[in-house]
């Protein structure tokens, strides 16, 4: 996926010593350095958490601290994270779920760390500290790539596709780092496979390390300080390898992703999710059939095979294109028929069409490298071979059930739906992590505003595999009984009831009118899309002729723009679902409301829920006790938690589920709301009882 580290093993050499701990006590100290340097207020809260991890750190430690909001945890991170990886020449690996995090940290929160060292003559030696984002291989543009694409254009492109490698050529004659993100419009997926650093092809062996946008990004890499990622792909490089695929040479050498590395994982309630996403399985109609096109396209005729092969390899393309389209055909009007996502319980639900196709093209890469002599061209047929041979190895896996500790099933996506993945994912993600992240001998901190249930956070350290790590809880410093009310619906209909358009109906009246009675803007949370779609539906009319700005996630701005939008506009009402109840940034009035239309249960229903449902029951547990509802409070607590930002902040929150009146389980849910006091709403009483802050 992605090498950094080419240098030996560092861990036979006894590190310098780290002076975190003592520079943090003096840095984060009442008058200390950082009321001294950068005229920041002294939070007794931020220096409990700076000192923690700075001991933490030293001693190469697991911790797992929750801060609540307000508290400024980057910074007790990030600073005597610094100082650590400059004394002991290691790197710190910084990890968040979120692009806006990840943006803060780049943006505001490293310049700031910055300024501080500058400030204060003790902490110079640390002021020139360096830092990189690590974002994924296939990210850059390999120059490389690109003039042997364009010198093979006949062999590789139709004429459509050349005018699209041409425009990504001039792009990059100005380009400053090659990331495809910053062409627009969007490159051609197919298009950018045969030119991006995401191959064997792409390395210091073929590549000018001054004009390849990779080699070059690779270099700043190598030499930073502080790395910033997020945890999809720091996982997915964990999955690929991690320390001892960059750069670790001995079997006893520690390191997560580099050697010697030492990590802070922010917002990492997502964790286990987001691990279990990624150690797994999951190979799709649409990617197969891509890397099949990548050696030989039938329609266009180009390919790989239209140089290296012939009739024969050129023909075990179009056979295997074939099986594939047969396969998941098969799959898609059989086990797909009724449901979106298909849980498989039982090997062979197919026929294994595509595996003698597969195993003789694997055949047929593997005599076309040994045919030439090493070289860039050799490589890439190798690596098509090894990729071939991926794709086969994970379909046979999936169709035999092949890892008793992976759940299976099917699932299809894509506009028309025509898209097949065939999925399998840990059912239990704590001894994976406990092998590759808790078990690699560096400190690992793990920090966010919801790592507790009922003011525990072992719950959480058993789930990511983390069982001897110390945990710690700070409270937010924020005056939450002061600016914030919170007020619940009564007598809005159940989720489980009959009618459940008329509990849409009445959703509907109680969000249009607690957004209309708020100056500020407000966010409605829903738990699914198609209640998102129907009272948006029901309300955008009467907003738009209100002129109140309205936004819906899914309508073409992205999670950032759309935050964007909310902080210029002050007033504006969005509707989100799954992934705007963490992460999104609104401070002031623009964000004076957030609604909770309903609380956040998972559906029972999806394959990984299910598989572990039935292996709590299998070991004597309460699947709801266990799992759903401790997955709901965290979620419902960060979604809460996009309220208040900043101590100056004031909302309301107001709940719309009666749920937490009628069911025994609803008072935790309350007791989870950083303030306890709460005001019922009814129709008779709202007008009077609903009081925004002035």
């Known amino acids: 996926m992605i090498g950094l580290r080419d240098d030996s093993d560092s861990s036979s050499a006894t590190p310098p010593v780290s002076h975190a701990p003592e520079l943090a006590a ?6 200390g350095w950082l009321q001294a340097g950068l005229r920041l207020e002294h939070r007794p809260e931020q220096e ?7 001991a933490a750190m030293k001693a190469d430690e697991t911790l797992l601290f929750e801060a609540g909001t307000g508290v400024g945890k980057s910074l007790a991170y990030l600073v005597p994270g610094i100082i650590q990886a400059v004394d002991q020449s290691r790197q710190l690996i910084v990890s968040t779920h979120t692009i806006s995090l990840q943006e803060q940290i780049e943006t505001k929160d490293l310049p700031l760390c910055r300024r501080l060292f500058k400030a204060e003559p003790g902490l110079a030696a640390y002021a020139d500290f360096k830092s990189a984002v690590l974002v994924g291989k296939s990210n850059y543009l390999c120059t490389t790539r690109l003039a042997h694409a364009l010198a093979d254009r006949t062999t590789l492109f ?21 990331l495809r993100h910053a062409l627009q419009p969007p490159p051609r997926a197919e298009v950018w496979e045969t030119v991006s650093a995401d191959s064997s092809s792409c390395s210091r062996k073929h590549c000018d390390g001054a004009r390849c946008f990779y080699q070059r990004a690779r270099a700043r890499l190598r030499s930073a300080n502080v790395i910033i990622v997020n945890h999809a792909l720091l996982f997915a490089l964990i999955n690929a390898g991690g320390a001892k695929a960059h750069g670790a040479t001995s079997a006893e050498a520690r390191g997560v992703l580099f050697p010697d590395d030492f990590l802070v994982l922010d917002e990492a309630h997502t964790v286990p999710e987001v691990a279990t996403n990624n150690f797994g399985l999951s190979l799709s109609s649409y990617g197969i059939e891509r890397a099949l096109k990548y050696l030989y396209n039938p329609r266009t005729k180009r390919g790989l095979f239209r140089k290296f092969g012939g009739a024969e390899a050129q023909q075990g393309v179009v056979d295997a294109l074939e099986a594939s389209r047969q396969f998941f055909d098969f799959l898609g009007t059989t086990l797909l028929a009724q449901r979106a996502i298909v849980r498989v319980r039982a090997a062979d639900v197919a026929e294994p069409l595509l595996d003698g196709p597969l195993g003789s093209l694997h055949r047929i890469l593997g005599k076309l490298g040994d045919q030439l002599e090493d070289g860039r061209e050799r490589d890439e047929l190798l690596e098509q071979k090894t990729r071939i041979k991926g794709i086969q190895a994970g379909l046979t896996e999936w169709l035999t059930l092949g890892d008793k500790e992976l759940v299976y099933w099917a699932e299809r996506s894509g506009r028309r739906q025509t898209i097949v993945t065939l999925r399998g994912a840990p059912i239990d993600v704590a001894p994976a992590l406990r092998r590759h992240l808790f078990g690699c001998g560096v400190g690992i901190t793990c ?8 003011g525990e956070i072992a719950p959480m350290a058993a789930r990511l595999g983390a069982d001897d790590a110390r945990t710690v809880i700070v409270k937010s410093p924020f005056d939450f009984e002061r600016n914030m009310r919170v007020y619940v619906a009564a007598d809005i209909p159940l989720p489980s009831a009959q009618d459940a358009r008329l509990a849409l109906d009445a959703l509907a009246d ?31 009319p009467a907003y738009r002729a209100e002129a109140r700005p309205f936004f819906m996630q899914g309508d073409a701005l992205s999670r950032t723009e759309l935050a ?16 705007f109840w963490t992460g999104v940034d609104v401070p002031g009035d623009a964000l004076s409301q957030v609604i909770i239309t309903r609380l956040p249960f998972d559906p029972p229903t999806h394959p990984i829920t299910e598989a572990k449902a039935e292996r ?3 070991q004597g547990g309460n699947p709801f006790n266990e799992l759903t509802l401790p997955d709901a409070l ?21 709940v719309l589920d009666a749920r937490v009146l009628a069911k025994t389980y609803g008072r935790l849910f309350l007791e989870s709301l950083p303030k306890r006091d709460f005001e019922q709403l009814t129709l008779a009483n709202r007008e009077l009882q609903f009081r925004p802050f002035a």
């Open 616 to 618: 709590i029951q299998e």
């Open 158 to 178: 139709a004429d459509d596709d050349y005018a699209e490698l041409q425009r990504i050529a001039a792009w990059a004659d100005t380009s400053e780092t090659g």
């Open 48 to 54: 409990q958490m700076a000192r923690t991890v700075a």
């Open 26 to 31: 003096k840095i984060f100290a009442g008058g």
């Open 634 to 654: 965290i979620k419902f607590r960060q979604g809460v938690g996009r309220l208040i930002r900043t101590q100056a902040d004031r909302g309301l929150v107001t």
């Open 564 to 579: 964007h939008q909310m902080r210029s506009l002050g007033n504006a009402v969005l509707f989100g679902t799954d992934s």
């Open 447 to 454: 920090t966010s505003a919801t790592l507790a249930l009922g």
């Open 510 to 540: 109680y969000i249009g009118f607690c957004t209309r009675r708020v100056r500020g803007g407000s966010l409605v949370l829903f738990t699914s899309y198609n209640d998102m779609r129907t009272v948006a539906a029901a309300l955008e």
